[in-house]
């Protein structure tokens, strides 16, 4: 028998971030920040988006369905403030890619939820209706990964929390690719129509904007275009 779909919270928690109700199956939340960014030739965490930063901005967005949320950093990486409700963990080694983050991420979360969505840092408009859709799309599987226009976008999934042994027994291995991790288990790929199909997603982002990353200063002004702000 499969396990119970992942339950979405309503935004409610306890003090560090956990959803009220059966925790265990709630829909936690990782954000990878650790990347080198060399396209952009800084840290993207910090970027000002709004009044807020880049990090801070998928934090509070993630922070809306999902509980709790764990930042994985590089191992000396300096943050912005976040909620004091965010969990904070750290690469081990440096430059080992976000198969390691996620390896991290899902352990720092294995005994509090069964699944958990796996975001960027770099990801300023994400819609929480895509977080909570692509938990409902993860029911009975390991992971759910959205596949659109060609490409499978590993970091805008939900995986299984007890997946972080498979992933360190892969980075054992010298595997840093985290499609590495997909490819071994029960994956859900999920089109856009699937997405779409939800009613709350189709409203808040029917471009799948959510799916969006900035590698580039021009990714980066785009995005705040497309969120109505001005560069800082």
């Not at 396209?39 to 993207?44: A, H, I, Y």
């Not at 430059?95 to 969505?117: D, H």
């Not at 209706?129 to 029911?139: I, P, T």
């Not at 992971?143 to 060609?150: C, E, K, L, N």
Request: proline residues 8%.
């Amino acid at each position: 028998m499969s396990d119970p779909p992942p339950s979405v919270p309503d935004g409610s928690g306890s003090a560090r971030g956990r959803p009220t109700g059966d925790p265990i199956n709630a829909l936690g939340a990782v954000v990878l920040c650790g990347g080198r960014s060399r396209r952009m030739g800084q840290d993207k965490a910090s970027l000002p988006f709004g009044s807020e930063t880049l990090l801070g901005r998928v934090v509070r967005l993630v922070s809306e369905v999902a509980g709790p949320v764990v930042v994985v950093a590089a191992p000396e990486q300096q943050l912005p403030q976040l909620p004091a409700k965010v969990i904070v963990a750290r690469d081990p080694v440096a430059g080992r890619g976000p198969l390691q983050g996620v390896a991290v991420g899902l352990a720092a979360l294995a005994s509090e939820v069964r699944y958990a969505f796996v975001s960027p840092t770099d990801a300023p408009l994400l819609a929480p209706a895509f977080v909570r859709r692509m938990g409902q799309l993860c029911d009975g599987y390991d992971v759910a990964v959205p596949q659109i226009d060609g490409r499978t976008q590993v970091l805008a999934a939900v995986y299984r929390t007890a997946l972080h042994e498979l992933a360190s027994a892969l980075l054992r291995d010298q595997q840093q690719r985290l499609v590495a991790l997909v490819e071994q288990v029960d994956a859900h790929s999920v089109d856009r129509q699937s997405l779409l199909a939800d009613e709350g997603l189709r409203t808040a982002d029917p471009q799948l904007d959510s799916l969006l990353n900035l590698n580039t200063w021009q990714d980066y002004e785009a995005a705040l275009a497309r969120a109505g702000l001005a560069r800082r």
